[in-house]
Structure formats: C-alpha cells, structure tokens
C-alpha cells in the first residue's frame, strides 16, 4: 500500500521561479511535486497538495504562521504518512520553530522544506530537500516538527523544528542550535546524529499525542524585538502610544546586556515594568548558577529569562505563549520544555 504525503505550499522561493534577473512567486501549482515524480529515485507515494497562501516569507505575519499552524492542526493524521510544509527561507526558523513548539504532540512527521534558489535555476537544493523529506517521513514515521536542509558540500540534515537557527548571513546556511541537529539523510535513509543534547527516538515518540493537538485561538501578541549593539540607545524604543504586548531583546552570547546609564536595557526594562510590558531576555547559556554583574542587573530590574534556547526559539514561544491561551505565567512558560527547544 502506498504511504500518502499531505503537501502544503506557502509560496517562497520553493515555489518561485526566476525571470529576467527577478525571482516571483509562481501562481499555479506545486512545481516541487512535479519535478519530484519525474525523478530516478522516487519513492512509491501519493500526494496530495494544498496552497495554505502564496507569500515571499520576508512578507510573513505571525497570522501567516498561525495559518500553518492551524491548517496542521485540522488535518486527519489517520489519513497521512506525513507532512511536508513548503517554505521560503528568510523566515524559516521562525516558522519551523513556532510550528514546533505550537504542535508538540503532533502524531506524524511533519517536515519544512524550502529552496536556496528557485527550483527553474541550476544548482538549487529545493528538490533534494524535498526529497530529504520524503525519505524521512517514509523512512522513520516519527511524530513531531523538522526541517530538512542541505547545505552546499555537506549531507543534507534534519534539523528539529525547535532548534533552526535563521540563515547564517553570506553563506546561506542553515544550522541547529549548538549544532545539535537530528540527523543527515544518506542514500535516502536517515541517519541519528548520536550526540549529547539529542533526545532518544523512544523520548521524541513519547511526545506522540494526538488527542492533545489543538489549533491557536488568541490573537497574535504585537512583538519589539530589539537587538543591541555598543552605543544602542534603548530610549530610541517608544512604547507609547501603541505599547507593544511583549518585547522580545536578544542578549549578547554570555547573556548581558547593556545594564548602565539612561540609555541601557536595564532602563528600558524598567521603563516597561512600569507599563506592564514584560521584556524577554534571549538567552541565558548558563546552567551552573554564574552571572556577570551586568545580567544580574537586567534580572533585578524584572527582565524575564529564556533560559538555554535559541533567540528564534525564544521569540516564537513568547508569541505562542499569549496566543494559547496559558493559565501559567510568561516565567514558568518559558521554562517548560515543549519540543526539545531547551538545550541540555
């Protein structure tokens, strides 16, 4: 019997094509699908396919990413061997790890593919990420949210949804958290990166849990993210009239930031202290205890930490964290480790 793939196409440049020195986004069908039938090494599935939008994901809302999720969450995983999401590559972490964290206990494999070029130039990998994904899903059948990605003279890897870093800028390539990535597909079968900080096959099907798939309901929360840099000036960041629901500031690696002056984060979180604005700090490396004096002083002045993830993982489950509704506090939220988001 033949395994049946759900595709899924949100436009990028997976589903462009380029012309006349400009990449457009196609407007009819899935391309992808078409080049991968005709292929030497197919494997025996059907496919159904279905456009969610049609966006360049630079163009991408948080409304935009609810749509996938919620799409997932309507689908009969009775029906499916798997899912394969097709996705632009600007915002493909953000995407793969809010999906992630969104749908945790996702019962079938659901796997992010996207295309370093469009599919009509020589040497774009979307079709060998397509394909990636295809033997992973028939491969394994394991529960949960990936991304399948080769990046130029390296095996092509399945990242979890949870840990994908945004593309590194010049190079183009994608990498895990800590480089902690799940495995590479070789020969079409997929290969366990065995590794400390990866979780066991038997701990990723624990999470397999049907029943507790559920669709996103609040509305998605209005974010500042802020980056800093020596010299920033936090005052420059006005948070009236339209206060924002939450801020979202990605710390510097050994977790500090700006902490002296009027200018500083430490004065900025204080300032929306003050307007009930929580400030999330992303991230805290450390799991011994040490602080410099400087993160001490963003905690005391009421920064909230995300502790040992990825600033894209810290960004999507804040969202997440107002738009499902929990009865738990934005801290305790943060701490709880939904997809294997949190590195050991």
Known sequence: ?????????????????????????????????????KGEHRQEV???????ENIASENAT???????????????????SGVIVCYGTDTLAYASNLTAMALPAYPIPVVFVSSD??????????????????????????????????NPNEQARIHFGSRLLQSELLTDRFRSAADLFFGT?????????EVCGNPSL???????????????????????YIKPCPGADFTIYHIEPRKPTVAVVELYHSGTGPAEGKTSLAEFITRCRSQSIPVVLASYPYQDGR??????????????????MSTEAAYAKTA?????????????YLDKELFFEILN
């Open 1 to 37: 019997m033949k395994k049946k793939i759900l595709v899924l196409l949100t436009g990028g440049t997976i589903g462009s094509e380029a012309s006349t020195g400009t990449i457009e986004l196609r407007r009819e069908g899935s391309h992808i699908v078409a080049l991968y039938l």
């Open 46 to 52: 059907d496919f159904d396919v279905v456009s969610i």
């Open 62 to 80: 948080l409304h935009d990413l609810t749509a996938i999720v919620n799409t997932l969450a309507g689908v009969d995983t009775s029906f499916y």
């Open 117 to 150: 070029k469009p599919l009509n130039e020589a040497g774009a990998n979307g079709l060998v990420n397509f394909s990636c994904a295809v033997d992973f899903i028939c491969g394994t059948g394991l529960n949960g949210v990936y991304v399948s990605y080769q």
């Open 185 to 193: 597909m070789e020969n079409g079968a997929f290969v366990y990166h």
């Open 202 to 224: 038997q701990e990723i099907q624990e999470k397999k849990n049907g029943d507790a798939v559920r669709a996103l309901t609040g509305e998605p929360p209005a974010i500042l």
């Open 291 to 308: 602080r410099y004096t400087t993160t001490k002083t963003l905690l005391e002045k009421g920064g909230i930490f995300a502790y040992r």
């Open 320 to 332: 997440l964290y107002f738009m499902s509704k929990s009865n738990q506090s934005l801290v305790d």
